[in-house]
């Protein structure tokens, strides 16, 4: 069997929907406790496109000896850091079936946010289009007939009509700006959608929208949390287990503050002491409180998991309240910036002319 193929090392890296199915057809053969490199293999030739690739070729490294974790890694930037990590988490832990199911979990969020975004946006990108070509036409083609009235009516051009005449004169240079605009979201939209960038940098554009930060903060504490507990559970020293988990959450912050705590607890000082020294920032106020008191106060484990429901369900009410609320208040912030730019460009400068012409 071919080793590379579409999804082989070097390819173009795989879309959250692309790794969504593969991480349920590969839980799903750990679960049956199917030989993997047997049942991908059987899969890559059952799938579709691109996914069916992806499998054949994990399943031909596998068979040549490679692990799991092996394999994912072969496939270079295809693969998105954070799934190899939960991959060798999971490993380490000795249930990979946990670690996938979590993180699972996680992809299914973010792609939930993501079409919850996109259901809010398309309406108003329709109307601000609209608008904005509207708006050229009325500075191009109405305004030089309004200052033709003026002048024929021998009457003072008003500031407005001069600013709106202006705009019409310079609309070649400026016109191209939404058009863009609308280019440029198109490709922050498709590179949200790469899962092999899950890094800080890839919710940059999504968390510019209301509830999506924290949405995603809670996502990740989840994660965090829920695996963080797995490897400890299962007897990984603690400052490994730390620079695991915080791997597998994709946030490069929170993953150079885990290092660093993690290099802290292995000079011997304590969680206690590493939080006092000013670590632990990037962590959920709560996290960051059992991480440091949960050996003292009772199991960390167990303060971890019972963390986890909380923020779950913390970010199913983000996501809800991003389903519902964020298209109301994009179309009213669109609605509201359309009138009045209309009000500017079209009504001041037919004011400015009636009042000339009713006065003295």
Avoid: C
Avoid at 322 to 342: C, D, M, Q
């Amino acid at each position: 069997m071919a080793v590379n193929g579409p999804g082989g090392a070097g390819g173009r890296p795989v879309t959250v929907e692309e790794l969504i199915a593969l991480n349920e057809e590969i839980a799903a053969l750990v679960r049956a406790g199917s030989p993997l490199e047997a049942g991908l293999g059987r899969s890559g030739a059952e799938l579709p496109g691109r996914i069916g690739g992806l499998a054949e070729g994990l399943a031909g490294r596998m068979q040549a000896g490679a692990s799991l974790s092996e394999a994912l890694d072969a496939e270079g930037a295809a693969m998105p850091p954070l799934y190899r990590a939960v991959v060798e988490a999971g490993s380490r832990s000795g249930d990979l079936p946990a670690a996938l199911a979590g993180v699972s979990r996680y992809l299914r969020g973010f792609a939930d946010a993501r079409d919850s975004v996109a259901l809010a946006l398309w309406y108003p990108l329709i109307v601000a289009t609209v608008a904005y070509a509207l708006f050229v036409g009325l500075v191009v083609a109405f305004a030089p007939r309004l200052a033709s009235a003026f002048a024929s009516l021998g009457l003072p051009t008003t500031r407005a009509m001069r600013l709106v005449e202006r705009l019409g004169e310079t609309a070649w240079l400026w016109w191209p700006i939404w058009p863009l605009a609308l280019v440029g979201l198109g490709v922050a939209w498709v590179r949200s959608g790469r899962a092999a960038r899950f890094d800080g940098r890839s919710w940059n554009f999504l968390a510019l929208f209301p509830w999506m930060r924290s949405l995603v903060r809670d996502h990740r504490s989840a994660g965090f949390a829920e695996l963080l507990a797995l490897l400890l559970e299962n007897r990984v020293a603690y400052p490994r287990a730390m620079t695991l988990a915080a791997e597998a959450t994709g946030d490069a912050r929170l993953v150079a503050e885990a290092r660093a705590v993690a290099a802290e607890l292995e000079r011997g000082r304590s969680a206690q002491q590493a939080v006092a020294g000013g670590a632990f920032r990037a962590f959920s106020p709560m996290l960051r409180w059992v991480l440091a008191h949960g050996s003292t106060e009772g199991s960390v484990v167990q303060a971890l998991r019972n963390l986890v429901p909380m923020y779950r369900s913390r970010a199913s009410l983000s996501a809800v309240k991003l389903r519902v609320l964020l298209p109301s208040l994009i179309v009213a912030t669109v609605g509201a910036s359309a009138t009045l730019l209309y009000a500017a460009t079209l009504f001041l400068p037919l004011s400015g002319l009636l009042n000339e012409l009713a006065g003295p």
